[in-house]
């Protein structure tokens, strides 16, 4: 990957332009931390990224 890449990305995603949240198939509040794990870890179903809400 060329050097000048990454602050390409950085500005993409910083101005809205990348959002990085949008290829999550499954999104769990703080408090179900456990869950979240424990799906990424043994669901059967296919996830392409689990998100933990921490705000």
């Not at 390409?8 to 949240?21: C, E, M, R, Y």
């Not at 456990?34 to 996830?47: G, Q, R, T």
């Amino acid at each position: 990957m060329p050097a000048n890449c990454s602050s390409t990305a950085i500005g993409l995603v910083a101005s809205g332009a990348a959002d990085l949240g949008a290829p999550a198939t499954h999104r769990y509040a703080f408090d179900q931390t456990p869950e979240a794990f424990e799906f990424a870890d043994h669901e059967k179903k296919p996830s392409i990224k689990v998100m933990i809400d921490v705000s």
